[in-house]
Every structure is written in structure tokens, then in C-alpha cells.
């Protein structure tokens, strides 16, 4: 058994999304979550900036004796895992796409699969590339929607504004007969609603989040990391700069209020 919290983190307040997900799964387990409100989005820097700021947060997190990371952010999976890996090597380390891409196996029958995301996690090709080891069958067909960031974190998820957005991103995919579609980014769950009502109910919308919580804790589970704890676990939330929708958003996302503490991240 191990008492240690997990780690998890994310640009802005996509990744509270993937804590979601791991509360349902794991309960009792203690989390740290942190957001780079200062920063966000990450989607547009290059591969060497968004591996510095994810080194700075894992610093961070590592000053709260974490027992395990959540990249809760597809922009660091896709660009940063491996090196991030390398670089902390005692800390295990979680990623969204293999879950992602793994639900979306399971969803799709024609095998004409879009993507949606960030402009740095298309680039990266880790979805299509793993798609296509899988099953060299399958259709990727991908569309970055950058603008889907800055309305999750405004907390514009499902009015016109969203929906007018969705309409000009999405129309070229689901005229792909696509069966599937996956939500490669983790604000983009925050706008779910919106999303599927313009795809239809033919087109399977698949969140990595939840596959990720289960992969984390199967991980634990086979490594005896599992908390030695009956009651719901705590939770902290730590952001780069003061952000005035975090509390709104997160509570309606988790159900609760959370209040988060300002972290000078550039010292880590």
C-alpha cells in the first residue's frame, strides 16, 4: 500500500476532466492537481517550451512526495512523454493517448476515425501513428480546433458562440462518414454537449479520460500502489496565476467547490 498522492496535471482546467474520471475510478486516493493557468494554451508552443514548462511542473509535483504522474494534457503526452519519462525515471509516469487510442479501437466499425485537438498534438502524429500500428486499416481523419481551449476555459462550453465554433471545425469531418471521434484534448470533454449534438448520435464521441483513470489504476493495482484508505480521498489544486473561472469550473465539472493556490512554477 501506498498513502502518497498522485500527481496531475494539465495547461489550464482540461485536465479536470481527467480528475473526474479518476474520482469515479479511484475514490479514496489523495491527488494533486496542477494547472498552468499562466501559460495556457500549450497547443500552439513549440515541443522545446512545452517540455520545459511540464519539467518545471513535474519539479513541482515532486515536492508533494507524489507516487505517480497523470499528464492529464494530450499536447505533453504526444510531445513529452518519452523524454519526461527518461528524465524522471524512479516516478511513474501516466499519459492519455495509448488509452485514447485504445477506446477508439474498441469504438469504431468502419474504422474512419477523426480527431480533434490541439495544433501540437495533430503535428505530433502519436494518435494516427499508434492507430495505424493497431490496425493499418484505419482512417484518420484530424482537425485541430484551437479555439475550443479558450472557450472551455471562459466557460463558453454550449452556448452559440460554442456551438457556431463546433459547426466550422467539425463539418469536414463528419462529412468523412467518420464513426467515431475523439476528443483529443482534455479541455475539449468541457464542451461534450455541443460536440455531440452537432456530430449526431451515429458518431461515438471517445474521452481518453476515462480509459486513463482505469490504466492508472490497474497500474497501481499490479504495483501494490493502491491507498491503505476507506474514506474519500484529499485533493489539492495549485495554478500558475490567479484565474477567476477556476472555482466556477471546477465545480461544475467535479461538483464541489475547490479553491486553488497560486504557485510561483517558474522557481521549480
Not at 469504431?108 to 499508434?130: D, W
Request: hydrophobic share 35%; charged share 25%; with cysteine.
Amino acid at each position: 500500500m501506498d498513502n502518497r498522492p498522485i500527481g496531475i496535471f494539465d495547461s489550464g482546467v482540461g485536465g479536470l476532466t481527467v480528475v473526474k474520471q479518476i474520482i469515479k475510478v479511484l475514490p479514496n486516493e489523495n491527488l494533486v492537481y496542477f494547472g498552468d493557468t499562466a501559460r495556457v494554451p500549450y497547443g500552439s508552443k513549440s515541443k522545446e517550451t512545452v517540455t520545459k514548462f511540464s519539467e518545471q511542473i513535474v519539479r513541482f509535483l515532486r515536492t508533494k512526495d507524489v507516487k505517480a504522474i497523470v499528464i492529464a494534457c494530450n499536447t505533453v503526452s504526444s510531445n513529452c512523454y518519452e523524454s519526461l519519462s527518461e528524465s524522471f525515471p524512479d516516478l511513474p509516469i501516466i499519459e492519455v493517448v495509448t488509452p485514447g487510442v485504445e477506446s477508439c479501437l474498441a469504438a469504431t466499425k468502419n474504422k474512419r476515425v477523426g480527431l480533434i485537438a490541439t495544433q501540437g498534438t495533430v503535428n505530433s502524429g502519436a494518435y494516427e501513428r499508434k492507430l495505424k500500428n493497431a490496425d493499418s486499416e484505419i482512417q484518420v481523419f484530424k482537425k485541430a480546433c484551437p479555439l475550443f481551449v479558450p472557450l472551455a476555459e471562459e466557460g463558453w462550453t454550449n452556448n452559440q458562440i460554442a456551438k457556431l465554433t463546433v459547426k466550422e471545425y467539425l463539418t469536414e469531418l463528419v462529412n468523412k462518414d467518420i464513426d467515431s471521434i475523439i476528443l483529443g484534448c482534455t479541455h475539449y470533454p468541457l464542451l461534450k454537449a455541443c460536440i455531440g449534438e452537432f456530430v449526431g448520435e451515429k458518431v461515438t464521441i471517445v474521452d481518453p479520460a476515462k480509459a486513463t483513470a482505469v490504466r492508472l489504476k490497474e497500474f497501481l493495482e499490479s504495483q501494490s500502489m493502491l491507498i491503505d484508505n476507506l474514506d474519500n480521498g484529499k485533493r489539492e489544486f495549485y495554478v500558475s496565476d490567479d484565474y477567476a473561472n477556476f472555482d466556477k469550473i471546477c465545480k461544475n465539472v467535479l461538483n464541489y467547490t475547490c479553491k486553488a493556490e497560486k504557485v510561483d512554477i517558474e522557481k521549480y
